[in-house]
């Protein structure tokens, strides 16, 4: 799957919607601190997987 991103204001926790353009995200903070001034945030990359277990009677082995 995709790697998403989302913005994050540092300052109320308000966040963008996630999206797999990082400008977009970027974007979005940009806007909220024009909005409100607020000048912390946080641009997080992120990948959502989806994880099958093959052999429920195998022990995981360290490599």
Do not use: I
Request: a negative charge; one cysteine or more; charged letters at 20%.
């Amino acid at each position: 799957m995709a790697v998403r991103h989302c913005g994050r204001c540092l300052t109320c926790g308000e966040r963008s919607a996630d999206t797999a353009d990082a400008d977009d995200a970027q974007m979005w903070c940009l806007k909220h601190a024009g909005l409100t001034q607020h000048s912390g945030y946080e641009l997080s990359a992120f990948q959502y997987f989806n994880a099958t277990m093959t052999d429920p009677g195998m022990e995981p082995h360290a490599t």
